[in-house]
């Protein structure tokens, strides 16, 4: 198994412009989520999803879009890219949503925006 | 609203001493709390995963151990090495969203 697995590892944007950071797992884990971690805030929910075609948003989710077409991906999506968006973003999923297991995360994009 | 926290903020030991890193959090409904590793520029790897019900898991020189009525964890590493400087992070699972809160995390360094 490849786990969960991220791209690009590095990008860099221009405000107002838009991106895809591409997530998937392999391990058929209902439950995806989609992370930020930034120097003294730690890591911060953005969306997550249950399963296909279930999302919601977390506690961070302005500026950012996500679908779940399939149980294998997860994209998250940057609509208009602004400076206060440059972060590490990390995906993770897990068998379920129940919370009973454990969570497993990609090795991460560090999105930069001038 | 959970907070975790984890201290000391930052560790530095010499090889082959016993630590303990330490966690905190808030509020003891919760349903599992895992310790994950972070090295510079990487993603989180899980360490341990200790479910509500449990008091302990072991792997290997790792120990996390769980007392959710006074809403502390700690994390005990045997016979430290260099190979184990990393940033440590602490997160519960609660709520209706499924998702991990984290703490701050622990930056261990240990020299050789």
């Keep these: 198994n490849a786990g969960v697995t991220q791209t690009p590892k590095f990008q860099v944007l ?40 279930i ?4 506690e961070v989710p302005n500026g950012y879009n996500v679908s779940r077409s399939t149980t294998e991906d997860f994209p998250l999506r940057l ?11 990390f995906c993770a999923s897990s068998y379920s949503w129940t919370t009973s297991y454990e969570q497993y995360f990609g090795p991460g994009t560090r999105l930069t925006v001038t | 609203k959970q907070e975790v926290t984890q201290i000391p903020a930052a560790l530095s030991v010499p090889e082959g001493e016993n630590l303990v890193l330490n966690c905190s959090f ?21 360490l341990l995963l200790i ?3 449990q008091r302990e898991q072991t792997s290997g020189r790792l120990n996390a151990s769980l007392d959710k009525s006074s809403g502390r964890s700690t ?37 050789p």
């Design chain 2, 51 to 53: 479910q509500s019900s």
């Design chain 1, 14 to 53: 221009k405000t107002g412009q838009s991106m895809t950071l591409q997530c998937a797992q392999d391990m058929n884990h209902e439950y995806m989520s989609w992370y930020r971690q930034d120097p003294g805030m730690g890591l911060r929910l953005i969306h997550y999803s249950v399963g296909a075609g």
């Design chain 2, 26 to 46: 808030t509020d003891s409904a919760i349903y599992n709390l895992q310790w994950f590793r972070q090295d510079p520029g990487k993603g989180l790897t899980s």
């Design chain 1, 55 to 58: 999302t919601d948003q977390g």
């Design chain 2, 75 to 111: 994390l005990y590493i045997a016979a430290s090495q260099p190979g184990d400087s990393a940033t440590y992070l602490c997160a519960v699972t609660g709520g209706s969203q499924g998702n991990l809160i984290f703490g701050k995390g622990t930056k261990l360094s240990v020299k």
């Design chain 1, 79 to 89: 609509l208009s890219a602004a400076p206060s968006q440059t972060s590490v973003y």
